[in-house]
């Protein structure tokens, strides 16, 4: 009997270490697909789209929303001007594009001017004014605002482009939208 319960005993040590020993570290592979179509800026989940007042902003070739004096055949703006696209005191009756929210929930998205490498301006240089439901916000170049939308809802977008007191330069910057989920 003694023979019999060392072999149970050493039955019930080594099983529960040769599968410990199988999982220790298990190498595990699972394949998913996942489906993703990029779309342009008229047809994302946050469409931009320009009020086809304004030949200076376009969705060009590639699908993206542009602002450029290229869009107009120019290859500058004027220096020590100023040049206001669309209504900056009411930018729902006169915009440069708009902002809408597709997708079916609403989102917090932070709206921002960077400017690019070769930018000489100022922070002040390129302004947004952005009519939401409360009122005008409004950002110059290195600021941002972040500003809720809701499922559907479209804000309204003017532009501010302002060359006073340069007389050669570069004003290049991108806009930046982050959305997120409310």
């Keep these: 009997m003694d023979k019999e319960l060392v072999f149970i005993v050493f039955l019930l040590l080594i099983?529960?270490?040769s599968l410990?020993?199988?999982f220790a570290s298990p190498s595990i592979e699972l394949t998913r697909q996942s489906q993703?179509?990029?779309?342009?800026?008229?047809?994302?989940?946050?469409?931009?789209?320009?009020?086809?007042?304004?030949?200076?902003v376009q969705i060009e070739n590639s699908g993206l929303l542009s602002i450029s004096p290229d869009n107009m055949g120019l290859n500058?703006?004027?220096?020590?001007?100023e040049l206001f696209?669309?209504?900056i005191n009411n930018p729902q009756s006169d915009y440069a594009f708009t902002i809408t929210n597709l997708a079916s929930e609403p989102?917090?998205?932070?709206?921002?001017?960077e400017p690019d490498s070769s930018y000489t301006g100022q922070n002040n240089?390129?302004?947004y004014y952005i009519e939401t439901n409360t009122g005008v916000e409004q950002i110059n170049t290195e600021e941002?605002?972040?500003?809720?939308?809701?499922?559907?809802?479209r804000i309204y977008v003017s532009v501010s482009i302002n060359s006073t007191d340069l007389y050669s330069g570069n004003l290049d910057t991108t806009m930046k939208i982050i959305g997120e989920r409310l």
């Design 15 to 17: 099983i529960p270490a």
């Design 125 to 127: 240089n390129i302004k």
């Design 76 to 81: 500058s703006i004027n220096a020590n001007m």
């Design 85 to 87: 696209i669309g209504d």
């Design 144 to 153: 941002s605002v972040v500003i809720p939308i809701q499922s559907g809802e």
């Design 107 to 113: 989102i917090s998205t932070e709206i921002s001017i």
């Design 36 to 56: 993703i179509d990029v779309a342009t800026d008229t047809e994302g989940i946050i469409e931009l789209k320009p009020n086809n007042q304004y030949d200076i």
């Design 20 to 22: 410990f020993a199988a």
